[in-house]
C-alpha cells in the first residue's frame, strides 16, 4: 500500500522523483505525454508540482511499471476514471478516489490553501482552473452516500464546499473556469462562481441535483439566476438538463467557446490577458460583487440549510440508490 503524501500544496521536481522512484528525466517525459501534469513557477522560478499531479504521478507510475501498461494505454486509463459518465457524481477534476471522502476532503482544502496562497502572492494576478482527463468536475461523489452512512449535508456544504465559493467570490483576483468537459451539480456551480468561464465545444453543463432529490448548492440558487435569469435558472434547475457548450455560450453561462485541440491554448492566451491587466481589475469585481452578491454569506447558509432537509428525505435515499444501480428514481414526494 502506498504511504501517504506529506501535506503540503507544493513539491519540488527532484523530491517528487525520490517519492515516487523515478528519476527526474522521466518526469519531464511524462509532462509530455500526459497533459494533465503541468508544473508551476515560483519561488525564483523554480518548477514545482501540486499535490493532485503528485498522487497522478504516483498512480502513472503503478500503470506503466506495475501493471504493464503502455503510455497511451495509461493516458486512455487515465481519461476514463476521471470521466465514468455524463451523469456521475464524481469529482472528476481530481484524481479518482473512489469512496474515499476524507481524500476528497483533502483535495478540496489543497485547493482552497492554493487560492489563499495566490492571493497573498503579487507575483499570482490571476486564476485558472480546468479539469484533469475529459471531465470539469462532476461534484460530490455518491458512493459512500447511503441511506446509513450520508452523514449531514448541510454540514459537508459548509465545510468543504461553501469556504471555495466564498473565497472565489471574495478576493478581487480574478478566477478562470476553463471548462473541457463535463460540469454537473457543486461541479458546475464551482463554474458558475468563477468570474469568467470559458468551455470546450465538448463541454456539458448539468444542473443535477434533482435527479437525486436534492436543492441546489455551492451558491447554484442564486449565481445560476443571475447568468441566465429567472425563468431559464428555474427550467435548468427543475428539469435537470444537460446544456451543451454552444448552448451554453447562448444562455449566457460562458463567454467564449473553443474547438477541443485549441481550446487550452486559447484558454490560456485569455488567463494571460487577465494577468496582463491594472490594478482596477479587481475593483471591477469587487464593484460587480457588490451589486449582485450582496448576501453571499447568506445566500450559502441558506442553501446548505434546505440541503440538509433535502438529504433527510426518502426521495434523496431513492436518488442516490438509483443513481448508484443506474436506473430511472421512483420518487414520492417523501
Known amino acids: 500500500m502506498a504511504q501517504p503524501l506529506p501535506d503540503k500544496l507544493f ?23 500526459f497533459t494533465q501534469l503541468r508544473p508551476v513557477k515560483r519561488r525564483g ?26 503510455i497511451s494505454g495509461a493516458r486512455n486509463r487515465l481519461d476514463n476514471a ?22 476528497i476532503k483533502r483535495e478540496l482544502r489543497a485547493l482552497l ?10 507575483e499570482v494576478r490571476c486564476f ?15 458512493k459512500g452516500r447511503t441511506p446509513d452512512q450520508k452523514g449531514s449535508l448541510g454540514a459537508s456544504l459548509r465545510e468543504k464546499y461553501n469556504p471555495m465559493i466564498r473565497q472565489i467570490r471574495s478576493m478581487e483576483k480574478i478566477v478562470i473556469a476553463a471548462v473541457n468537459g463535463v460540469a454537473a451539480g457543486a461541479g458546475c456551480n464551482f463554474a458558475l462562481a468563477c468570474d469568467l468561464r470559458v468551455a470546450s465545444e465538448d463541454a456539458k453543463f448539468i444542473q443535477s441535483f434533482v435527479r437525486v432529490g436534492l436543492a441546489p448548492d455551492s451558491g447554484g440558487s442564486f449565481i445560476l439566476t443571475r447568468l441566465v435569469g429567472l425563468s431559464k435558472a428555474m427550467e435548468l434547475l427543475l428539469l435537470g438538463d444537460t446544456v451543451d457548450a454552444k448552448e451554453a455560450q447562448r444562455i449566457g453561462l460562458v463567454a467564449r467557446v473553443f474547438s477541443a485541440p485549441e481550446f487550452m491554448a486559447s484558454a490560456r492566451e485569455i488567463a494571460e490577458r487577465v494577468a496582463k491587466a491594472p490594478r482596477g481589475i479587481g475593483l471591477i469585481k469587487r464593484a460587480v460583487n457588490h451589486a449582485n452578491l450582496p448576501n453571499l454569506e447568506t445566500d450559502l447558509e441558506y442553501e446548505a440549510h ?3 432537509i433535502a438529504g433527510r428525505s426518502s ?7 438509483a443513481f448508484l444501480e443506474k436506473r430511472p428514481p421512483m420518487f414520492t414526494g417523501k
Open 128 to 142: 485558472m482552473f480546468t479539469g484533469a482527463g475529459r471531465a470539469f468536475c462532476a461534484g460530490q461523489d455518491l
Open 45 to 70: 522560478n523554480r518548477r514545482y508540482y501540486q499535490h493532485h499531479e503528485v498522487l497522478l504521478i504516483r498512480r502513472i507510475r503503478e500503470l506503466l511499471y506495475e501493471e504493464g501498461f503502455t
Open 11 to 33: 513539491f519540488k521536481i527532484g523530491e517528487v522523483a525520490e517519492l515516487i522512484g523515478v528519476r527526474p528525466h522521466v518526469l519531464r517525459y511524462w509532462e509530455q505525454e
Open 315 to 321: 426521495d434523496y435515499d431513492e436518488g442516490v440508490k
Open 306 to 308: 434546505l440541503q440538509e
Open 82 to 103: 476521471a470521466l465514468g459518465s455524463e451523469e456521475r457524481d464524481e469529482p472528476a477534476a481530481r484524481p479518482a478516489s473512489g469512496g474515499d471522502l476524507a481524500a
Open 113 to 122: 490553501e492554493a487560492l489563499r496562497d495566490g492571493e497573498r502572492d503579487r
